[in-house]
């Protein structure tokens, strides 16, 4: 009996890059530890690090854990930083005050924070020689991705437009990783301010991305089970990246009362803030994130000095398990999420998914 045609376009994905399973665990930034990036690849699919917040020493460890505990690649993942922001005290200071109805007094210094250096962040992804380099946020520089491509690494290059895809594509992306506004966690697009007007559902992304690109296409965004990936393949995808999905894993070892309320959320329980870190993601509706969007409360400060400034309460906040106050990141589909160990997740989606393609 002959294979699907969408099932071959994901069976030459999975050949190029020895999966077993198009399922690629997104990376994570704060929530990518390696137990869960091991058994996803020990299932088939693929590990991610979201190494955003990673110095390089942590990427090298991190790395060297993956290689020991599986046989397989994995995915290593940076934002391409913006701009430093504009910093503006006053509406600083209304924010802190704002914050401290949430959580400890944030003291003012909390919004100076540095991120981790960026170009020795790169180096040390180059250095740990995954077979995988992503981007989101923006594409990385030429002189790099020329360094990747001498390495044998492939640049899979996260985008939120068809604009974005084609612009990854003639900067020498070999995948394109087309993000739905259903995502969970940070929106990838290329030009923070104009995230939230240009969102766009996977269903309309990917087909226009397979369209405009010649290079694979993987699907992410709100999909959970079999249905999902079925869909993603139909439209034109050859593999799909699954986040908020993986997240009620025991692996992912993030905070119980996050992890119970992803199973409770309705699609219509999560939204788009700026709340959080200052870039726009999506999130549980929680307390803090609905008191963030009243008309009376402060804007948020540009990331990362917004990031900065909700630490404190964010660190609380996973002390007492308290989910109004969380980082609580999540896709639309979260309540497609099980609390089943990550292996047993990428072997029922791939089952439920041959069942549909048959
Ligand atoms: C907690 C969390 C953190 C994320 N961090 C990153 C990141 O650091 N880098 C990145 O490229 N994508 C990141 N994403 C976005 C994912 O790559 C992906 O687009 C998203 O998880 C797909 O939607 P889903 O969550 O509905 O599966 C994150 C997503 C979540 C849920």
Request: charged share 20%; aromatic share 6%; with cysteine.
């Amino acid at each position: 009996m002959s294979r699907h045609q969408a099932l071959v376009r994901a069976a030459t994905l999975c050949e190029t890059l020895s999966l077993r399973v198009p399922i690629l665990m997104a990376p994570m930034a704060g929530a990518c530890p390696t137990s869960l990036a091991i058994a996803v690849a020990n299932a088939g699919g693929l590990g991610g690090c979201g190494a955003l917040l990673m110095q390089p020493d942590a990427i090298r460890n991190w790395a060297a854990d993956l290689r020991a505990n599986t046989n397989g690649g994995f995915q290593l993942n940076l934002w391409i930083p913006d701009p430093p922001p504009q910093r503006n005290v006053a509406a600083e200071d209304e924010m802190r005050r704002f914050l401290g109805n949430w959580g400890p007094e944030v003291a003012r210094e909390a919004g100076d924070l540095t991120p981790p250096n960026f170009a020795a962040q790169c180096e040390a992804m180059l250095e740990a020689g995954p077979s995988i380099i992503s981007s989101i946020m923006g594409l990385y520089p030429n002189h790099f991705v020329a360094r990747m491509k001498s390495k044998g690494i492939k640049w899979f290059a996260n985008v939120t437009t068809v604009s974005e895809a084609k612009a990854a594509e003639a900067a020498g992306a070999d995948v394109i990783v087309a993000q739905g506004m259903e995502a969970g966690g940070h929106r990838g697009a290329f030009d923070a301010t104009k995230a939230e007007a240009r969102m766009v559902g996977l269903f309309s992304l990917l087909p226009a991305v397979v369209d405009a690109v010649k290079i694979p296409v993987v699907a992410s965004g709100g999909i959970a089970d079999g249905r999902g990936v079925a869909a993603a393949l139909l439209l034109g995808a050859s593999g799909v990246q699954i986040g908020t999905a993986f997240l009620r894993c025991p692996e992912a070892k993030i905070a119980a009362t996050w992890a119970d309320a992803i199973g409770r959320a309705a699609p219509e329980d999560t939204v788009i803030t700026r709340a959080f870190s200052g870039r726009p993601g999506r999130s549980l509706a929680t307390g803090y994130v609905q008191a963030s969007a009243a008309p009376t409360a402060p804007p948020p400060a540009p990331y990362p000095v917004q990031r900065g400034l909700t630490q404190a309460m964010r660190d609380a906040a996973v002390r007492e398990n308290d989910i109004d106050r969380l980082q609580a990141w999540a896709g639309q589909s979260a309540g497609l999420a099980r609390s089943e160990p990550a292996g047993a997740v990428v072997r029922r989606i791939w089952e439920e998914t041959n069942a549909i393609l048959r």
